[in-house]
């Protein structure tokens, strides 16, 4: 099942499966911003990264001694949410845990996704709420893969990736799959997109926590998209490699992968949320088209 959005500017369609985001079109230009999706080179299209974001070392971790095995950016891209709200320019998605969540990460926690259309783009939240006695900690982040080229007449290496920020952006290396922090960089803000780009897996930026915008623009037709954060804690940028998908990924994150010295206590993962008991973490990202 899928939820459909529409103002005067833009449609968009949410799929209930994973709570992810399968289309934004504008109206004005009928210019599609989502990736399709294609197994061949990558079967999704948006999805929510939670309870973890990235991979964790041997996919495993430990909780007051016990040991649970979970896969690359977690388990609710993989579930059905609930729809909580809905009007003609905003749904609310929820999903809450259960018996089977639990088999894979043992807190209690209510999720909420939240889209919402403006006139230039869409809007979208993040809510954890932590119902038991206990903290719980948990990474999150967004996957949404753009559209690139946007057109048939235009190629992959006519758009070029800008961020927009009054500071240099520290880059974090990947090393099998997991974080090298002490081989961060200090990072150039304007690249051209190109295979090459992704050959070491995603771009990974530590934004400190401060506003931060990051476009993908065609540099022949001016048609392209933006992110927009105020308090992420990191952004990371993929495509496939070598494999041809056309599509960038810009991903807004709460949280990264293991370190490569990680010890597997998910209390004390680098970069984890703790959030104690009745509290909430509310956060967002913006997605402007143009």
Request: proline share 5%; net charge negative; hydrophobic share 35%.
């Amino acid at each position: 099942m899928a939820v459909f959005l529409e103002n005067d500017y833009l449609v968009a369609t949410i799929k209930e499966h994973g709570a992810e985001l399968a289309s934004l079109r504008s109206k004005e230009t009928g210019l599609e911003y989502i990736w399709a999706g294609d197994a061949k080179y990558w079967g999704r299209q948006a999805p929510v990264l939670f309870p973890i974001v990235g991979r964790l070392k041997d996919d495993q971790y430990q909780v007051a001694g016990k040991t649970y095995h979970l896969g690359q950016h977690g388990f609710a891209r993989d579930r059905d949410f609930a729809i909580r709200e809905q009007t003609a320019t905003k749904v609310v998605l929820e999903l809450k845990a259960d018996e089977a969540s639990k088999e894979l990460y043992p807190f209690d926690f209510c999720l909420q996704l939240s889209y919402e259309l403006t006139a230039s783009g869409l809007v979208v939240g993040y809510r954890v709420d932590n119902p038991s006695q206990e903290p719980i900690y948990f990474g999150i982040g967004g996957h949404p893969a753009f559209k690139t080229p946007l057109t048939p007449k235009e190629s992959f290496s006519d758009y070029e990736l800008t961020f927009s920020a009054d500071y240099r952006l520290p880059k974090i290396p990947l090393t099998n799959g997991l974080t090298d922090i002490d081989s961060a960089r200090l990072s150039a803000p304007t690249a051209t997109i190109s295979r090459e780009l992704f050959k070491d897996d995603a771009l990974i930026y530590d934004l400190e926590q401060k506003p931060a915008k990051v476009s993908l623009t065609s540099k022949t037709s001016g048609h392209g998209v933006s992110l927009s954060v105020t308090d992420a804690k990191f952004m990371g940028i993929w495509s496939t490699y070598p494999k041809e998908g056309q599509f960038v990924c810009l991903e807004p994150w709460w949280g990264l992968a293991d370190t490569t010295d990680s010890n597997g206590d998910f209390t004390q993962k680098y970069a984890i949320n703790r959030l104690d008991k009745a509290a909430s973490f509310n956060h967002q990202y913006e997605i402007t088209v143009f």
